[in-house]
């Protein structure tokens, strides 16, 4: 099994930023996409940015030219660049990745952004 672990949430002032770093476990062979979605009180856990295992990226409109998803492949690792953060992106930000051999994605346990003054 895939096990999926974020780090590097925290609490920041508006116009902030922070660095989310999440590692899958597995070979490299094994791990294929790999996502941040976040789920603010209230509301649906919504995408993010998706990267996949080529380096295409895909980026909700809400957090474009702010928030940027890069990778690196071989250590199975994909981080989430956040700036110019505002009080609407606070939210548990969970990383997701793909586990190819079996077709499922495994989800991590979340880590808490709080961005207020």
């Known amino acids: 099994q895939v096990q999926v672990v974020e780090s590097g949430g925290g609490l920041v002032q508006p116009g902030e930023s922070l660095r989310l770093s999440c590692a899958a476990s597995?070979?490299?062979?094994?791990?294929?996409?790999m996502g941040w979605y976040r789920q603010a009180p209230g509301k649906q856990r919504e995408l993010v940015a998706l990267?996949?295992?080529?380096?295409?990226?895909n980026y909700e409109d809400f957090v474009k030219g702010r928030f940027t998803i890069s990778r690196d492949t071989a250590k199975n690792t994909v981080y989430l660049q956040m700036n110019s953060l505002k009080p609407e992106d606070t939210a548990v930000y969970y990383c997701?990745?793909?586990?190819?051999?079996?077709?499922?994605?495994?989800w991590g346990q979340g880590t808490q952004v709080t961005v207020s003054s």
């Open positions: 997701n990745a793909k586990d190819t051999y079996v077709g499922r994605y495994y």
């Open positions: 990267i996949t295992k080529t380096g295409s990226t």
């Open positions: 597995g070979s490299v062979s094994r791990i294929g996409d």
